[in-house]
């Protein structure tokens, strides 16, 4: 990982535009190609960012750009679209490498992992006919809670939140973007899982192809039988 720390201004092209002022920011580059800014405020939620697979290139400013103060540029282009990211660096404070090493992946806290377990086991909540490869499912950004199979035999992964956000289906979309390189999985479809699932969350896995499922803890533990309710 490469971390940056300067005063730089930020311009974001693709569905839609956005612009960042001159500012001093924090600028991760991760190993799995993704570009992040960050400012000294807004808890771990970056300003801007550009999602894996893309292609960084630091270049020199233009003529203009260098008469206002900027002493280098980075382009970052998406490979599977027309997004783009600028970034003016006018000074740089702070550049350094790390290497991180293989990440062992999220722990889940009991909730989670009692989800996880239970849907595994009742997989054919998800649709009659489904069936389990495995929980766990490693992919070089980390493990996919669930990978199964539809009825017709496609490919299916499945992340599961106790509290479903946007940031979960951000995750998520990572995953299938990762998964469907992969011939012997392609096309792999996703389901964003949850006991609670925000609207934000729901309208944004919508509009990326995903389905939403709202899990009921209990009625998975064979406690609360849903046919039986009166409301």
């Not at 920011?25 to 799995?32: G, H, N, Q, S």
């Not at 992946?105 to 997989?123: S, T």
């Not at 479809?189 to 969350?201: D, M, S």
Request: hydrophobic residues 40%; aromatic residues 4%.
């Amino acid at each position: 990982m490469r971390l940056v720390i300067a005063t730089c201004s930020v311009d974001y092209d693709g569905r839609l535009s956005a612009h960042l002022p001159l500012a001093t920011r924090l600028l991760l580059v991760k190993a799995d190609g993704s570009v992040l800014v960050h400012s000294d405020g807004g808890s771990y939620k970056p300003l801007n960012w550009m999602s894996p697979p893309c292609a960084m290139a630091e270049v020199s400013p233009e003529e203009h750009e260098a008469a206002e103060g900027v002493t280098a540029v980075w382009q970052v282009q998406h490979a599977k679209s027309e997004d783009r990211l600028r970034v003016l660096i006018h000074e740089v404070l702070h550049d350094s490498s790390h290497q991180l090493g293989v990440d062992p992946g999220l722990i889940k806290d009991g909730v989670e992992a009692h989800l996880q377990k239970l849907l595994a086991e009742h997989i054919h909540t998800l649709g009659e006919g489904w069936t389990l490869v495995r929980r766990e499912y490693m992919t070089a950004i980390g493990p996919v809670d669930i990978l199964c199979r539809d009825a017709g035999g496609s490919s299916v992964a499945v992340e599961i939140k106790r509290r479903g956000d946007i940031d979960g289906v951000e995750q998520l979309t990572r995953y299938l973007e990762l998964m469907n390189r992969d011939p012997h999985l392609a096309p792999v479809t996703g389901i964003f899982a949850a006991q609670e699932i925000k609207p934000q969350a729901r309208t944004l896995a919508t509009d990326r192809g995903i389905r939403c499922v709202t899990l009921d803890y209990d009625a998975l533990r064979g406690i609360d039988d849903t046919t039986t309710r009166l409301f």
